[in-house]
């Protein structure tokens, strides 16, 4: 079985700052690592996709993330926050046996408030 | 990317009525969808996963008489609602795996709610 864990359920940062929103996971074997943002009353948007090679993955507007093994995390940056940035960020996971066939697990997800 | 759709957007319907959500791959077949249901400031938590052409698998907990899905086409899965009631008022999210790689494409949601 896999997890994944989001902590923080809120965070809230200043226009210009560094976002971090930190993700760890459990799994029984190396698993895919996916972000993905949601904005009010719509559906999800792949910011982006660890599953082999290059630890650190960089995704659409400016996020990027790192894959940790030793960690278990996969946590989402953004060295300067814009307004527009402002949403719901979910963290999911997959085996890798298991592309296509199974959906996938999510955290609990992080709101991303960013002040003026 | 591959587009997914979902209709209607959003939906208020008496208790007691069958509500139906469509979800359609627009530019590519899917022969695997998952439904996934979320609820006000919770996660995606899945709900089903709907196989062109037979039953759908459902997970723990989500009665597959209520919640009645066909994947009859490559290209469209629907979920009905049968007998809705209050506590089943939640947005609604379907996935198609796109076959020709390994990622999954969502679609905008169905926000439903039951009086």
């Known amino acids: 079985a896999q997890s994944v864990t989001q902590l923080g359920s809120h965070v809230s940062v200043s226009e210009g700052a560094l976002v971090l929103l930190r993700c760890n996971y459990s799994?029984?074997?190396?698993?895919?690592l996916f972000w993905y943002v949601q904005y009010p009353n719509q559906g999800l948007q792949l910011l982006l996709k660890?599953?082999?090679?290059?630890?650190l993955v960089k995704g659409i507007n400016g996020f990027e993330a790192e894959f940790k093994k030793s960690e278990t995390s996969f946590h989402l940056t953004k060295p300067s926050a814009h307004m527009s940035d402002a949403a719901e960020y979910f963290c999911a996971v997959r085996r890798p046996m298991d592309m296509g066939r199974r959906a996938l697990t999510f955290g609990s997800g992080t709101r991303l408030q960013v002040q003026p | 990317g591959a587009v997914v759709s979902q209709h209607p957007s959003w939906v208020i319907c008496k208790s007691g009525t069958s509500v139906k959500i469509e979800c359609r791959s627009l530019d590519f077949q899917a022969t695997t969808m998952f439904w996934y249901r979320q609820f006000p400031k919770q996660s995606l938590m899945l709900m089903a996963t709907s196989n062109e052409g037979s039953k759908a698998t459902y997970e723990q907990g989500v009665e597959k008489d209520k919640f009645l899905i066909n994947h009859a086409s490559l290209t469209l899965s629907t979920l009905t609602v049968t007998s809705a009631h209050p506590e089943d008022s939640s947005f609604y999210i379907c996935?198609?795996?796109?076959?020709?790689?390994?990622?999954?494409?969502f679609g905008p949601g169905t926000r439903l709610t039951v009086l």
């Open positions: 799994s029984s074997v190396p698993p895919y």
């Open positions: 660890y599953t082999t090679g290059a630890t």
């Open positions: 996935s198609a795996r796109d076959p020709g790689g390994n990622e999954q494409f």
